[in-house]
C-alpha cells in the first residue's frame, strides 16, 4: 500500500443533542467512518487514516462526546450506546447527507459497540460495517467474572485512583497479564493524542466501561442486516475471552462472517499498514 500520499485533513463541528461533536475527513471516495474506542479519539486512527483515504475512501473520524475536542453541554452522567450510535449517525449525515449512499463503518472495542446499535438502528445507512472486538461480556456464557472485573476497576479508579485501576484493568479477570497488553512507547503517529487520552480515561472507567460493556446488542436487528457485517478478531488476542468471544458468539446468533486482523486489540495502532490492508479487503462485500 502506498504510505507517501498525505490527504489534507478537515476538522468541522456538528451539533447533537447535550454535545459538540467535533470530526475530521481527508480524501475523496465513499465514507468510511471509523469510530474510536475506549479513552481514544479521532486521533486513535491517524496510523491508518492517510493509508485507507489512499485507497479511495472519505476517511471521518471524530470524537466521542464527553471526550477530547467533543465537549458536553451538561452533566457528565454514565452514557448510553444508543445516544453514541446516534451520535454516529449525525456525523455521518453531517459528511454523507445523501441517504442513498450508504456509508462503510469501522469500530473497534466500545466503538465497535457503537458500531453494532447504529447498524441495528440504520441498517439502510451502512453498505458494509465492521465490529473489531466488541466488549460485550453479557454475550459470553459466563459473564459475572468479567462483569464483576470491570465494576473492580471502576471501584478502584475511584478509591486509589487511575494507576492502580490502569493496572487491573490490563489484566484478566483471574490476575494474568496478556503478553500482547505489554507494549512499548506509543507509534509516531498517535503520540500527539497522548494526552487528550490521559484525559480521557477517568471518564471512559467512570461512565463508559460498565454501561457499554453490560449492554445488549439488538440481535434481531443485526440477524436483518448481518449480510453487512463483519465482525473482527485480533490474532494476538487469543486467550482474551471478553475480547474475542463476544464477536465469535456474535457471528454464531447473527450468521455474520469473521475476520482475523492483525495484532490484538489495538492492532489498527500496532500494525497500522498491515490493519488498513486486511480491513478495505473485509469491506468488500
Keep these: 500500500m502506498n504510505s507517501a500520499a498525505h490527504p489534507v485533513t478537515v476538522t468541522a463541528t456538528v451539533p447533537v443533542p447535550g454535545a459538540t461533536l467535533r470530526y475530521e475527513t481527508r480524501g475523496t471516495g465513499p465514507v468510511l467512518l471509523l469510530i474510536p474506542g475506549g479513552a481514544g479519539d479521532a486521533g486513535l486512527y491517524e496510523g491508518m487514516a492517510d493509508l485507507l483515504a489512499a485507497a479511495g475512501y472519505t476517511v471521518v473520524s471524530y470524537d466521542q462526546r464527553g471526550l477530547s475536542r467533543s465537549p458536553l453541554h451538561g452533566p457528565l452522567t454514565d452514557q448510553r450506546v444508543e445516544e453514541w450510535a446516534e451520535d454516529a449517525r449525525a456525523v ?38 465492521v465490529a473489531h472486538e466488541p466488549p460485550l ?10 462483569r464483576a472485573h470491570f465494576a473492580e476497576v471502576r471501584e478502584l479508579h475511584r478509591t486509589r485512583g487511575l494507576g492502580p485501576a490502569m493496572a487491573r484493568f490490563a489484566e484478566t479477570p483471574d490476575g494474568r497479564r496478556p503478553e500482547s497488553a505489554s507494549r512499548g512507547e506509543l507509534p509516531p503517529a498517535i503520540r500527539p493524542m497522548a494526552s487528550r487520552m490521559g484525559a480521557n480515561m477517568p471518564v471512559f472507567l467512570e461512565h463508559v466501561l460498565c454501561p457499554f460493556s453490560s449492554s445488549a446488542p439488538d440481535l434481531d436487528g443485526l440477524r436483518a442486516a448481518a449480510g453487512k457485517l463483519v465482525l473482527g478478531v485480533g490474532r494476538e488476542s487469543d486467550g482474551q475471552e471478553a475480547l474475542v468471544g463476544p464477536a465469535r458468539r456474535l457471528a454464531e446468533l447473527t450468521g455474520a462472517v469473521t475476520v482475523v486482523f492483525p495484532g490484538g486489540h489495538l492492532g489498527c495502532v500496532e500494525r497500522p499498514e498491515e490493519f488498513a490492508e486486511v480491513l478495505l479487503t473485509a469491506m468488500r462485500p
Excluded: K, Q, T
Excluded at 113 to 125: D, E, F, T
Excluded at 137 to 144: K, Q, T
Design 92 to 129: 455521518l449525515d453531517a459528511v454523507a447527507p445523501d441517504a442513498a449512499e450508504p456509508a462503510y463503518v469501522y469500530g473497534g472495542s466500545s466503538g465497535a459497540i457503537v458500531a453494532l446499535a447504529l447498524l441495528a438502528a440504520h441498517p439502510g445507512r451502512i453498505r458494509r460495517l
Design 137 to 146: 461480556v453479557e454475550l459470553l456464557a459466563d459473564p459475572g467474572p468479567y
